[in-house]
């Protein structure tokens, strides 16, 4: 199940989550928990969509298929962090990848204010979050100076969070640093290293790619630090194979 915002482009939101779970094994079924009226390059403002409708669409997709995992990006605003934080409540065993996504990358906000106090329910629900470096700054309320910092700041994530961590290492400004991502799970520390070639931080929907990927190996079954490698490999394939939108930012492209 992908829950996240509807990006007109299709390179975010959940239509780069379903295209992202597909391609890694699963099968998607995806709620948008609003409109982001984005380009590439531009973000311009979220169109909400009514609680009512977002409590309907889960119900009606947990009822057509049986859902084994769950990625949560973009939420938006108050009613659609409410919405699947009761859908989560009414099915616990679920196990949850939350991307927290804040800030589009194009510019603007993604998370309405009055919405924390229900999204700090989603990152206590979460068994796995997906940060990247700004992200994690931001939770953590404190500046990550180094790779080692980072290491303990996934460290202190996972236990603030209660979850697992991937912290995306695609922000990474330390030299050798660029691209390796850190998982820390159970107290344990796996890096995973680009898997060749120059890391292409700026391309557009990888956060949604990554997590939902990852998610789908998760359902399949596979231990995180096996789905996280997976799900890297898968994207940096895109990346290598995608191609600059109108505007000139990189577009995910394969299968």
Known sequence: MAFGGYDPTGGAGVLMDAKAIHAAGGYAAAVPSC??????????????I??????RSLACAV???????????????RPAAESILSFLERNPRLPVVLDPV???????ALLARNALPAYRKLLLRADVLTPNLPEAEKILDRKIRSFGEAILAARDLSFAAGAAILLKGGHFPWKGKRGVDIVFEERLVTLLSPGGGTPRGDAHGTG???????????????PLADAAR???SMVERWIAEGFPSLEGRRTLFGG
């Open 35 to 48: 409109i982001a009226v984005q380009s590439t390059a531009a973000f311009l403002r979220v169109v909400p």
């Open 230 to 232: 997976a799900a890297k």
């Open 50 to 55: 009514p609680r009512d409708v977002i409590d």
């Open 63 to 77: 009822k057509s298929f049986p859902v084994r995992a769950v990625k949560i990006g973009m939420v938006g605003t």
């Open 102 to 108: 804040l800030r589009a990358s194009a510019g603007g």
């Open 208 to 222: 949604c790619a990554l997590a939902s990927a990852l998610a789908a190996r998760m359902a399949l079954g596979e």
